[in-house]
């Protein structure tokens, strides 16, 4: 599986952007999907997690009300929708793919993922 993000930008403080993880060599359908994201000298941290059929989600509590994610099965993409940014969401976001199923508090790890993409870079200015 090979995860591709896009949709990272230079945005001001309360803008929203909406970042997409395209998945290519099978379809992940019945994959959980998670995104993560890294500030400079921090380490990876967990932003938000979808299960295979989008009956469940959960999310950072840094992030809740903020953000959401979603996942378009037929188009093999995942979303994660950012709105009211903040400074201190500026970070390279990954996404990562495991095809686990637990409930949806699991995949708050990300030693849980087996797949990972190469990250998109969101910069938000005050």
């Known amino acids: 599986v090979q995860l591709v993000e896009s949709g990272g930008g230079l945005v001001q403080a309360g803008a929203s952007l909406r970042l997409s993880c395209a998945a290519s060599?099978?379809?992940?359908?019945?994959?959980?999907v998670g995104w993560f994201r890294q500030a400079p000298g921090k380490e990876r941290e967990f932003v938000a997690a979808v299960n295979w059929s989008a009956g469940s989600t959960y999310f950072a509590d840094s992030v809740k009300g903020r953000f959401t994610i979603s996942r378009d099965n037929a188009k093999n993409t995942v979303y994660l929708q950012m709105n009211s940014l903040k400074p201190e969401d500026a970070a390279v976001y990954y996404c990562a793919a495991t095809p686990a199923q637990y409930g949806i508090n699991w995949y708050g790890r990300r030693e849980r993922y087996d797949y990972w993409g190469q990250g998109t870079q969101v910069t938000v200015s005050s």
């Open positions: 060599g099978r379809t992940v359908s019945s994959y959980a």
